[in-house]
């Protein structure tokens, strides 16, 4: 289901696949390639939400953006390129950068800004305002950076922004 609010409708390129089971609102952008699979919420009501290419927003996943500081920096989220959010993650950060795997049920807290090629494992809890620099492997509750993600990993910023233009093609067609 995508929605206006308050005269911002979603922008959602025709290469990229909503399921109709997921919610977008708001001012967001969404780029070609990416998907948005069911139970997934992308509400952009506080600020604005940009989603790169070959980004895939899995099942149950909720993005969302402002900050608590408001401050006008942080009241956005701007992602990179072939990110992924795994299953059931909550994400309310302002920067995301590119070939970023965030894990299953991870949360990502106000203010955060993660580099590129990063991996959030699966069940972290990124504190408010945490900077994650470029390579880096974050776990833990509350994470902690761990050290350099590797590319075994990495793999994962990969295949999966390489498989699920594909798959949502299939949805598409199946009219799902």
Not at 13 to 31: L, P, T
Not at 64 to 79: E, R
Not at 122 to 130: E, F, K, N
Request: glycine fraction near 14%.
């Amino acid at each position: 289901m995508i929605r206006s609010f308050q005269g911002k409708v979603p922008k959602v390129h025709e290469g990229a696949f909503i399921s109709e089971a997921a919610y977008v609102v708001g001012d967001v952008e969404i780029g070609e390639g990416s998907s948005v699979w069911p139970g997934a919420v992308v509400r952009a009501d506080f600020g604005r939400i940009v989603i790169g290419v070959r980004c895939a927003i899995e099942d149950n996943c909720v993005l969302h953006c402002g900050s608590p500081s408001g401050n006008p920096d942080a009241m956005n989220l701007i992602v990179g390129d072939d990110v992924v959010f795994g299953h059931g993650a909550v994400v309310n950060a302002k920067k995301i950068g590119s070939r970023v795997l965030i894990g299953m049920n991870a949360t990502v807290l106000h203010d955060v800004a993660i580099g590129s090629d990063c991996i959030l494992a699966a069940g972290c809890v990124i504190r408010p305002g945490m900077a994650i620099p470029d390579g880096s492997f974050v776990a833990g509750i509350p994470a902690e950076i761990k050290g350099p993600a590797t590319k075994e990993q990495l793999f994962w910023t990969v295949a999966n922004p390489a498989a699920y233009p594909g798959l949502a093609e299939q949805y598409k067609k199946e009219g799902l």
